[in-house]
């Protein structure tokens, strides 16, 4: 059933090995086996690409991965994708579709073919990619479909010495282009002249394209979280915020630092302070044995001696590694936070980015992305953590 007639080589572009690939499709088909599931529909594309080596911005149109507990993966790709998935993966079995066609029953013909009709299924139903439509369609013609969302994501959560060393070159590209953002922050300068800086930097390092644009913003822009450029002139005692990722064969890094132009008001000093104890502390409770929230907690407790509780509502870090838009981390993976009692092993890795606001004034925050190793863990970036003055 194989749709090979195809113009490249076969894996010419794969992140990994045949081998690295075959043994994490086992590794997700034990974990299927333990739930019952004799074939997972595989819909999400950090999902794909961890099992296949498949990646593409083409994920907005549906691609499917069928993964039997026994038998070969098959792959059902819209046909303009076809070749790309070819050179990113080493699978054998594809069926594609054309514009024209309804890739729903492209499935269920491949299922039929297959004589799996009468197998159990299960879907990733939080999968960010599965649109009602598609999953009530499925349904319909497959059947009720047990949920597998996390099993996978259980698996990408530690990764290997490979991965992990995508991630250190993905921290590489961060620290150059945080590096010029930082040489482009003056009084006068726009807030696109400093993204421009850092883009421009990070992909000339060897960044392919982020899960997620630069969060850079300044004056009181950057009092609203997750504020981008918007052509905003620095001035004189104006914050400016900066955060970043890296991306190498899908593998992300991210890194965030803050600067003021000018003196900043004791608030904003005092807010710094308590960011850069809180990291540390983080840091210092992320190794193995303690949970995710054994580290959060490390972090809140830092704010809360300070007094800014109520500047700082939300998680102290979520794991990264594998990622398209919209997100550059994997907090569907894991996130540092109250009541998520995942043990922390050798090979987690975290982006931890404590930051405090006032909303509508300024934001200050300082980040790692940090690695766990036997012994507790260790930071990917040099560069100083300290409120850049200018």
């Known amino acids: 059933m194989a749709e090979l007639d195809t113009v490249v080589e076969q894996g010419i ?13 086992e590794a997700a088909r034990r974990a299927l086996a333990d739930r019952g599931i004799d074939v997972m529909i595989v819909t999400g594309p950090e999902n794909i690409f961890y099992l296949t080596g498949q990646q593409t911005p083409g994920y907005y149109t549906y691609q499917a991965l069928l993964l039997p507990v026994e038998g070969e993966p098959v792959a059902i790709v819209r046909q303009l994708e076809l070749n790309n998935l070819v050179a990113n993966s080493y699978l054998d079995n594809i069926r594609s579709y054309m514009d024209g066609d309804d890739p729903i029953d492209v499935t269920v013909g491949a299922i039929s073919d297959l004589g799996w009709s009468n197998r159990k299924f299960a879907i990733d139903e939080r999968g960010w990619f599965l649109p009602i439509a598609v999953y009530k369609a499925l349904l319909e013609k497959i059947g009720a479909m047990a949920d597998a969302s996390g099993a ?7 990764k290997s010495p490979q991965e992990i060393a995508k991630i250190e070159t993905a921290a590489t590209y961060v620290d150059a282009g945080m590096s010029a953002g930082f040489a482009a922050i003056k009084a006068g300068a726009s807030e696109n002249d400093i993204v421009g800086a850092m883009m421009g930097a990070a992909i000339v390092a060897g960044s392919e394209y982020v899960g ?5 913003a300044s004056g009181t822009r950057c009092g609203i979280p997750h504020g981008t450029w918007r052509r905003n002139i620095i001035g004189d005692n104006d914050p400016v915020f900066l955060e970043q990722a890296g991306a190498h064969d899908r593998y992300h890094a991210t890194l965030m630092r803050s600067a003021w132009v000018g003196t900043p008001p004791d608030t904003a000093k005092r807010m710094m302070a308590c960011c850069l104890e809180a990291l540390q502390a983080a840091l210092e409770a992320l190794k193995p044995g303690a949970t995710c929230a054994d580290v959060h907690r490390a972090c809140q407790g830092v704010v809360d001696a300070h007094g800014f509780t109520e500047a700082y509502k939300k998680r102290s870090g979520y794991s990264v590694g594998i990622s398209f838009a919209p997100d550059w ?16 092993v050798p090979g987690m890795v975290f982006h931890m980015p404590p930051a405090l606001r006032i909303y509508g004034e300024f934001t200050v925050g300082v980040s790692e992305t940090a690695v766990v190793t036997d012994t507790g ?10 409120l850049a003055l200018y």
């Open 13 to 25: 572009e794969a992140a990994f090995s045949r081998q690295e690939l075959a043994a994490r499709q």
């Open 152 to 158: 996978i994501e259980a698996l990408r959560a530690v």
């Open 329 to 344: 981390g994997e907090g569907n993976v894991l996130s540092l936070y109250d009541g998520v009692d995942t043990e922390i």
């Open 212 to 216: 997620m644009e630069p969060l850079m």
């Open 377 to 386: 863990c260790r930071t990917l970036s040099p560069l100083p953590r300290d």
